[in-house]
């Protein structure tokens, strides 16, 4: 599938449900503010999808204009243990690389499940995503946002409450629109 297509249904995802719905409060804000960008890593090598989290921190020094980075991996860790696996490498990674406390991972995936907790639970889908990436956050910028944000200890029971009340079936009618979106001519 090529690149366009995936950015375009990434954002189809973010617009779609992660703004519309507001599961992450400060998205919109960046997302209209183009800060957000993109890294789609196709290849199925784990070691070059680790590099390609180093790459992107690079990217993140260079350039102070983007905010935070979604890499996503089409090609790669389709099953969720697999995804969890490399979540803990990366994490390790950005330790080994001095990038603790300068940045931090969220993880998305489309099997995405909290532990304890049902495959079919709706809140699932607070971390659900189009396909499996992971979000590379300055952690400064969290922290800032965090600070003027009133009370976001209540954010995940807010997005609990929200997912729930939408139901699995509205959630995945969302999601299926993310997939049928294709990209014009030309574009």
């Avoid at 690149?3 to 954002?11: G, M, N, R």
């Avoid at 409060?25 to 503010?33: S, T, V």
């Avoid at 183009?34 to 992107?56: D, F, M, R």
């Avoid at 699932?124 to 003027?148: F, G, Q």
């Amino acid at each position: 599938m090529p690149t366009e297509q995936i950015i375009s249904q990434t954002k189809t995802w973010l617009t779609s449900f992660i703004i519309k719905y507001n599961i992450c409060p400060f998205a919109k804000q960046e997302y209209d503010r183009g800060s957000i960008h993109y890294a789609v890593i196709n290849s199925n090598k784990t070691e070059h999808c680790l590099q390609a989290v180093i790459s992107e921190c690079l990217r993140l020094d260079a350039q102070a204009d983007i905010e935070t980075t979604l890499i996503i991996y089409p090609d790669h860790l389709s099953q969720f243990d697999d995804y969890l696996d490399f979540l803990s490498l990366a994490e390790s990674l950005l330790i080994a690389q001095d990038y603790e406390g300068i940045y931090q991972l969220a993880s998305f995936h489309p099997q995405y499940c909290f532990e304890g907790e049902s495959p079919m639970d709706p809140a699932n889908y607070t971390n659900r995503s189009p396909y499996p990436m992971l979000h590379l956050i300055r952690e400064a910028s969290l922290e800032h946002a965090l600070k003027s944000f009133p009370h976001p200890e209540s954010i995940p029971e807010r997005n609990i409450k929200v997912t729930r009340e939408l139901g699995i079936e509205q959630i995945q009618a969302i999601l299926s629109h993310t997939f049928s979106v294709n990209l014009k001519p030309g574009k």
